[in-house]
């Protein structure tokens, strides 16, 4: 019927696709394998601002398949810009912040 083609071309046809929150939940096969081809029609014609708590080696178990990931990261990063960014997150920070203001009062 076409359904899964016009599906990956919902994903694919953005000027910037954003994955927020990469790994946190792992993937079935079926999904991983969409991502995948979602990334694999992307690369080199279109970006993908993508967020993770996740180390690049923790991939493999965010999809299941080491191979997999091996792949998606391989096209992902050729042309990427990495941030890696470090320290307390800010939510949790304004709600110690919130905290001590209360044990203040």
């Known amino acids: 019927e076409g359904k899964l083609e016009k599906k990956l071309r919902m994903f694919v046809k953005p000027t910037v696709l ?20 979602v990334i694999a029609r992307r690369y080199e014609h279109a970006p993908i601002i993508l967020t993770s708590n996740k180390s690049f ?7 299941g398949d080491s191979v997999l990931a091996t792949a998606m990261l391989d096209r992902l990063l050729h042309h990427s810009i990495i941030f890696n960014l470090k320290g307390e997150s ?16």
């Open 57 to 63: 080696g923790e991939w493999g178990e965010i999809v």
């Open 18 to 37: 954003i994955i927020d929150e990469m790994g946190y939940l792992k993937l079935d096969p079926n999904s991983a394998h969409y991502l995948f081809q």
């Open 90 to 105: 800010y939510r949790l920070r304004e709600k110690r912040l919130q905290q001590e203001k209360q044990k203040d009062q």
